[in-house]
C-alpha cells in the first residue's frame, strides 16, 4: 500500500500525533516567538538624563516628542565622543538592554533596528537554505543540527562583547531559527493524517502568539537584557532534548523510495498509539519507476507550480509586511513595556479558533478563508484614511487608527496561519520545503521592509494603512486564482499534479455532457474528441517551459 493508505491503520492523531503537536506545534513556538521578537525588550531604551552644566538635567524617552532640551541634546551627540557621552549620559536601573550598555542613543540609535533587520535577514537565508536541506538530507537531521546551532548562537547573544558581535550573531540565530522551524513544522504535518494538518498549523500559530506574552513576562521577571538571554535559551534546551525522540519523517522516507525505513517509522508512530498489532507492507505506485528528486528549479519550470508560487510569494510578502508594519505603527499604548508587548501577542490568540474552524468548512475553505480575512485587513487599513487625524470624541473614540490596527493585526495573523497550512497543501513532497521555503523567504523580504513603511507618516500622517490596505486587498483578489485543497488528496510527486488535472478535467467534461442532449454518433465522436483536448490540455500543464 501507499504511505497515505497507512496512516489510517497507524493512527492519524493518536497520543503520540498529540505530543507531537505539544512539542513541536507548542513548546517550540514559545522558544521560536521568544528569539523572533528579541530585540523588542532587548533593544528597549530605558530612561536616561544627561547632566551636561549648560543643559538642566532632563529625563528623555524615546516614545515622547522631541522637546527643545532634547534637540540640543541631539546636537551634543553628534559632536561628543564615546568617554563623554559615557560621562554625561545615565540610564535608569529599571532595566537593562543593549541601548543602555552601549549607549546606543541619538545618532546611533538605528543599530537597533538595525540588529533586528540582521535577524530577519538571517531568517531570509535559512527559510530557503534549510528547506532544501531537508529535502535532500532529511527533516529530522537538518531540524536537531538547525535547533542546536541556533541555541548555541543564541547563548552568543547574551555574553557579546560588543554591539558587532551581538549583530552578528543576531543574524546567524536568525539563520538558524528561521530554516529549523520551517523544517519542524513540515515533519509534524508529515507525521499526522492530512486530516489534521490545519489544527496542528493553528496551534502552531496560536503559542506564537502565547510566546509573545510569555516573552513580555519574562522579561517583566528578569530585568537584565543578558540573563533574560540564557533564561529564553534554556527553555529552547529542554525542547531540543525533547526533540531527540521524534522520528523521521515516513512520508519523506517513502517518497525518496527507502520503504524500510518509511515503514519502520509508521510502526513507531502505531507502537506509540498503542496499536501495537498493526501490519502492511508499503509499495511504491505502479507507474513511479524512478526515484523522483526536487529542486527550487522546478518551482518554476512547471506551469502549474509556477503560477502557485508566484501568487504564494506574494501573499507571503504581503502578510508579513502587514502583520510587522501594523505593529510597528501602532504607535505608544502607554503605560508598562511589558503589558503593551504582551497585548500585541494575546490580540492575536482569537483569530486561531476561528481559523480552524474556517478552513474546515465546506464552503468557506482555505481559500475563501485566506481571501476573506486579506480583505477584511486591507479595508480596516483603508479606513484609517477617513477617520480624522487628532483625537476624537464619539464613534470615533472608539472607530479610531488604533482600534482599526488591532482588527488589522487580528485579521493578518489569521491570513499568516493559513497560508501555512494552505502553502503546504499546494506543493508535492518532494518539494513541499522547498516551496514553502521559497515562500517564507519572500515573507521575510516583506519583515525587512516592514519598519520603514510607518517613516511614511511624515509624508500623510495615513499613508502607511493606505499601503497596507492596498497591498492586503491586492493578495486576496490574487488567492482567489489558487486552487481549493479541502479533502484533495495529498501531493507526492510532481507527476501527481498532472493526476489531479486529469481529474479536474474530467470532471468538467462529464458536467458538460449531461447537459447536452445526445445528437448523434458524429456528434458524440466530436465531443470524445473535444474531452481529449481538454485531457491534453491539462497534460500541457505540467509539461516544462520551453
Not at 308 to 317: A, D, Y
Amino acid at each position: 500500500m501507499e504511505v497515505e493508505e497507512a496512516f489510517p491503520l497507524v493512527g492519524q492523531m493518536g497520543a503520540f500525533q498529540v505530543w507531537l503537536c505539544v512539542l513541536l506545534a507548542a513548546l517550540l513556538q514559545l522558544y521560536v516567538a521568544s528569539e523572533a521578537i528579541f530585540i523588542a525588550l532587548v533593544g528597549a531604551t530605558p530612561p536616561y538624563h544627561w547632566d551636561l552644566e549648560r543643559i538642566s538635567a532632563n529625563w528623555s524617552h524615546g516614545n515622547r516628542s522631541v522637546s527643545e532640551e532634547e534637540r540640543v541634546f541631539g546636537k551634543w551627540l553628534l559632536t561628543a565622543n564615546g568617554s563623554e557621552v559615557h560621562k554625561h549620559v545615565h540610564f535608569s536601573s529599571s532595566f537593562t538592554s543593549i541601548a543602555s550598555e552601549w549607549f546606543l542613543i541619538g545618532s546611533t540609535s538605528y543599530k537597533i533596528s538595525a540588529a533586528s533587520s540582521f535577524f530577519f535577514s538571517g531568517v531570509f537565508v535559512g527559510v530557503i537554505t534549510f528547506g532544501q536541506l531537508s529535502d535532500r538530507f532529511g527533516r529530522k537531521k537538518v531540524y536537531l543540527i538547525g535547533f542546536a546551532l541556533d541555541i548555541l548562537f543564541a547563548l552568543a547573544n547574551g555574553f557579546s562583547p560588543s554591539y558587532l558581535f551581538f549583530a552578528v550573531s543576531r543574524f546567524l540565530v536568525g539563520v538558524m531559527n528561521g530554516g529549523m522551524s520551517l523544517v519542524a513544522f513540515v515533519l509534524l504535518n508529515e507525521c499526522v493524517g492530512t486530516a489534521y494538518w490545519a489544527l496542528a498549523g493553528s496551534i502552531g500559530g496560536l503559542f506564537f502568539a502565547v510566546g509573545i506574552a510569555q516573552y513580555a513576562l519574562l522579561g517583566y521577571l528578569i530585568r537584565s537584557w543578558r540573563m533574560l538571554a540564557v533564561v529564553v535559551n534554556l527553555e529552547g534546551t529542554v525542547v531540543f532534548l525533547l526533540s531527540l525522540f521524534v522520528p523521521e519523517s515516513p512520508r519523506w522516507l517513502y517518497s525518496q523510495g527507502r520503504l524500510s525505513e518509511a515503514e519502520d517509522a509508521l510502526f513507531l508512530i502505531a507502537k506509540r498509539n498503542r496499536k501495537p498489532k498493526c501490519t502492511f507492507f508499503l509499495a511504491l505506485p505502479s507507474e513511479r519507476t524512478h526515484k523522483e528528486a526536487g529542486s527550487i528549479l522546478d518551482l518554476f519550470r512547471y506551469k502549474i507550480l509556477l503560477g502557485r508560487t508566484l501568487v504564494m510569494m506574494f501573499i507571503w510578502f504581503v502578510c508579513s509586511l502587514v502583520y510587522y508594519g501594523l505593529t510597528l505603527n501602532a504607535g505608544d499604548l502607554g503605560g508598562s513595556i511589558y503589558a503593551n508587548l504582551a497585548l500585541s501577542g494575546l490580540i492575536e490568540i482569537p483569530a486561531y479558533p476561528l481559523c480552524i474552524y474556517l478552513i474546515n468548512q465546506k464552503w468557506f475553505g482555505r481559500k475563501r478563508t485566506l481571501a476573506a480575512f486579506l480583505s477584511l485587513g486591507g479595508l480596516a487599513s483603508l479606513v484609517v484614511m477617513f477617520l480624522p487625524e487628532k483625537k476624537a470624541t464619539g464613534v470615533f473614540a472608539v472607530i479610531n487608527s488604533r482600534s482599526l490596527s488591532l482588527l488589522g493585526k487580528l485579521t493578518i495573523s489569521s491570513a499568516f496561519n493559513i497560508v501555512y497550512i494552505y502553502t503546504s497543501e499546494l506543493y508535492p513532497t518532494v518539494i513541499r520545503n522547498v516551496g514553502m521555503g521559497a515562500c517564507s523567504m519572500f515573507s521575510r523580504v516583506g519583515g525587512i521592509i516592514a519598519p520603514f513603511v510607518p517613516s511614511l507618516r511624515s509624508v500623510q500622517w495615513s499613508l502607511p494603512y493606505v499601503v497596507f490596505g492596498v497591498a492586503g486587498l491586492l493578495s486576496a483578489l490574487l488567492s482567489l486564482l489558487l486552487p481549493e485543497t479541502l479533502n484533495s488528496p495529498l501531493l507526492e510527486t510532481i507527476s501527481d499534479l498532472q493526476v489531479c488535472s486529469y481529474r479536474r478535467l474530467g470532471t468538467e467534461a462529464v458536467a458538460l455532457q449531461a447537459l447536452e442532449d445526445p445528437q448523434s454518433d458524429g456528434d458524440s465522436s466530436a465531443g470524445s474528441e473535444s474531452e481529449d483536448e481538454e485531457f491534453y490540455d491539462a497534460d500541457e500543464e505540467t509539461q516544462m517551459i520551453t
